[in-house]
């Protein structure tokens, strides 16, 4: 079998292609039994806590990136948000 970097130096034509090896190698990868799908939530969508009470209105999501979303209650202001883990929060 042939070093990756002399692989390189064969040119494609039909009478090199036998020199290249025909393996592939395949990887797979566990899948986690405590994963979870989250949903998705878009700026402007409404969400809720996943330990909200029923008398709490919904939190309106500003941004979702990197596990953490940007959320506020409507009565807070604009300029006021809070962050919170995107795995605690579920579409209204």
Known sequence: MLPEYELAKIPSNSSNMEKIPKK??????????GAKVLDLLPPGSFAK??????????????????GR???RQQSWGKYVHWEVEHHRLKSA
């Open 24 to 33: 592939r190698f395949l990887n797979l990868v566990q899948r986690h039994e």
């Open 69 to 71: 979303c940007l959320v």
């Open 49 to 66: 806590l996943d330990t909200q009470p029923n008398d709490l209105p919904p939190f309106q999501v500003i941004n979702c990136k990197g």
